[in-house]
């Protein structure tokens, strides 16, 4: 074995039905629901034109500008899987570009994170794969390696292992560890359900706003006139 090229070929998935429950829900909300400590990075936005990001995490470690491994990661995806790609946040190269994406297409990829960059993207905004990575440019990436597919990554220091729930919109990405989504969810429709609550209230006049002076009360807060 060359060290720094190891690729795993199997691992357990997220269920379907867990991802297609997550789908519709904000991404900050499930945030919330984890301590807000899961997400993958304030720089990670979307370069796709709308929608949202959801299926279980296949994820790839490659040197910064680099793609060998993003391209057998393609050729490796089933349908639905969310492919994501730690390369140091590195811009000097991009990872992909109108061609691979249109490969990702036709494998039936469901969406990228890219901790690095892209190029063609116009490419991203017109086929409208949910994509999200740090940013642009035009210059294009090697293809070398070294690199690692399937086995755990970090970004921005949050663990994602394969098969982990990768769920995105426009307020970023965050990710769900397998192990703990029936949970996770249970939390963040609680959370979704009282901030519809307050939403209503709010519109209607009667929300309750006394909390606002009692913290500033509980603070010390000095009030002049």
């Known amino acids: 074995m060359t060290y720094g090229f190891r690729i795993k070929l199997n691992w357990d998935r997220i269920e379907p039905s867990l991802v297609d429950a997550f789908r519709n829900l904000p991404v900050a909300n499930v945030s919330d629901s984890m301590s807000r400590i899961c997400g993958l990075g304030t720089s990670m936005r979307p370069v796709h034109r709308s929608g949202t990001l959801a299926g279980p995490a296949l994820t790839v470690r490659t040197r910064p500008g680099d793609n060998l491994m993003l391209h057998k990661a393609i050729d490796m995806a089933q349908p639905g899987d ?87 919109d426009i307020d970023g990405v965050v990710c769900v560890p397998k192990a703990h989504a029936a949970d996770v969810l249970k939390g963040t429709i609680k959370k979704h359900e009282a901030e519809a609550k307050q939403m209503a209230e709010t519109k209607a006049g009667t929300v309750n706003r006394d909390w606002v002076d009692k913290a500033l009360k509980e603070a010390g807060c000095e009030f002049l006139e």
Do not use: C, K, Q, W
Request: hydrophobic fraction near 50%; glycine fraction near 14%; charged fraction near 15%.
């Open 82 to 168: 969310v492919i994501v790609v730690d390369a140091a946040a590195d811009m000097a190269n991009s990872l992909m570009g109108e061609l691979m994406l249109a490969h990702a297409i036709r494998r039936g990829v469901a969406g990228f994170v890219l901790n690095g960059a892209i190029r063609d993207a116009e490419a991203f905004l017109e086929h409208n794969l949910p994509t999200f990575a740090v940013g642009v440019t035009h210059r294009g990436p090697y293809r070398t390696g070294p690199g690692e597919i399937g086995l755990p990554i970090a970004i921005n220091g949050t663990v994602v292992e394969p098969g982990d729930l990768i769920l995105g």
